[in-house]
């Protein structure tokens, strides 16, 4: 069984940085492609960002782009997710997901699919 287990969230004011990591178990790291998530109160979930299973291409959603970076270390099982220059919108729950296939793939991805964790709130605060 897949476990998949989100950290670093927080509360952090407008402009502040923050990084979150996402380990996976209970498979081999390297077979997945991973991705972030994130779900604001009274929306659905959008796609942020995601990651090939080598490491060698990456994808963002416009709204991030340029502010967010999706990184991954094989060797410790973990994703991160750098965020720099917060704004209140970027107020939600992020999850991760992890995936076999294409990095590509996870920007379209049905919710229902992949290896989800327990998410971790992050506020921005104007």
């Known amino acids: 069984q897949v476990h998949v287990l989100e950290s670093g969230g927080g509360l952090v004011q407008a402009g502040d940085s923050l990084r979150l990591s996402c380990t996976v178990s209970g498979r081999t790291f390297s077979d997945y492609a991973m991705g972030w998530f994130r779900q604001a109160p009274g929306k659905e979930r959008e796609f942020v960002t995601s990651?090939?299973?080598?490491?060698?291409?990456?994808y963002y959603a416009n709204s991030v782009k340029g502010r967010f970076t999706i990184s991954r270390d094989n060797p410790r099982n973990t994703v991160y997710l750098t965020m720099n220059s917060l704004k209140p919108e970027d107020t939600a729950v992020y999850y991760c997901v992890a995936r076999v296939g294409t990095g590509r793939a996870l920007q379209t991805m049905d919710l229902n699919d992949g290896d989800w964790g327990q998410g971790t709130q992050v506020t921005v605060s104007s």
């Open positions: 990651m090939s299973a080598t490491g060698m291409s990456t």
